[in-house]
């Protein structure tokens, strides 16, 4: 990347807050924040040597690993895992399942330049990547029971804006059983009343009827711009074999 690239820290760690310089070779800058993804994946490489590299982000191969094992600790090899890779970004998530053997990916994400990033960077990766909020593509569930899929990763985009508790859960309902997903969320969205997914959660801990809970693990998910630690939880459902998607 013929870039220089400078991070700049928020005053109160405040991780949507933080910022990055760009010095291009003719001298020219540019300043805009990390959660600007539009700018972001504009820039080749910048995401990954930004979020991957310098800020050590985990999500991207943690959940790749807690979903590939857990699947296989119930029988389920990961050639045999088609996966929606929610919140899909420029491709760093779908990358860590093709290399653990998981064949068929599709992907959305409600930025059209994270598309645009996908398929530059990492091109054949997934067989349909859309745009938008899975709410409004009346495509998705011909498309999950078109390509099988039983698999529903979301890295880092729950919450903070992004994807709602009720976005989600109408996606994982769209799900035949013997389903799995697996997700990121920072630790302090994950509790009750905290945020619409902490809620749901609780309630989806609860009820049992959409699915059970097999992995609920606090990690580092990455540095903040000023080296600070950030905890998510990495959580692993699965639906059973009884269930079958809600219409």
């Known amino acids: ?26 001298g020219r800058t540019e ?18 040597e930004v979020v991957q590299r310098r800020l050590q982000c985990a999500s ?22 088609s996966v929606f890779d929610l919140g899909a970004g420029n491709g ?34 997934y067989a349909e990547y859309l745009v938008g909020d899975t709410d409004d593509l009346p495509q998705v569930a ?40 697996a997700v990121s969320v920072h630790e302090e969205l994950a509790e009750p009343g905290a945020s619409d997914f902490g809620d749901y959660l609780a309630e989806f801990a609860q009820r049992g009827d959409w699915g059970d809970i097999v992995v609920r693990e606090r990690f580092r998910h990455r540095l903040t711009m000023a080296g600070a630690p950030i905890h998510y939880l990495a959580i692993v459902a699965r639906k059973g074999p009884a269930a079958a998607p809600e219409r």
């Open 142 to 181: 011909d498309l999950i029971g078109a390509h099988r899929l039983n698999g529903l990763v979301a890295a880092g985009a729950l919450g903070l804006g992004h994807i709602s508790a009720g976005s989600f859960h109408r996606l994982w309902s769209a799900f035949a059983g013997e389903a799995w997903f």
């Open 60 to 81: 991207p191969r943690r959940l790749a690993d807690l979903l590939v094992t857990c699947a296989a600790d119930a029988g389920v090899e990961s050639a045999e895992l």
């Open 92 to 125: 760093v998530v779908g990358e860590e399942l093709r290399a653990r053997g998981v064949a068929t990916l599709l992907a959305s994400d409600n930025v059209a330049a994270a598309r645009d990033a996908a398929l530059r960077d990492r091109p054949g990766l």
């Open 1 to 26: 990347m013929d870039l220089e690239v400078e991070l700049q820290a928020a005053a109160d760690d405040d991780q949507t807050q933080e910022s990055l310089v760009l010095t291009h070779p003719d």
């Open 31 to 48: 300043r805009f924040r990390l959660h600007e993804y539009s700018r972001v994946y504009a820039v080749p490489g910048l995401y990954e």
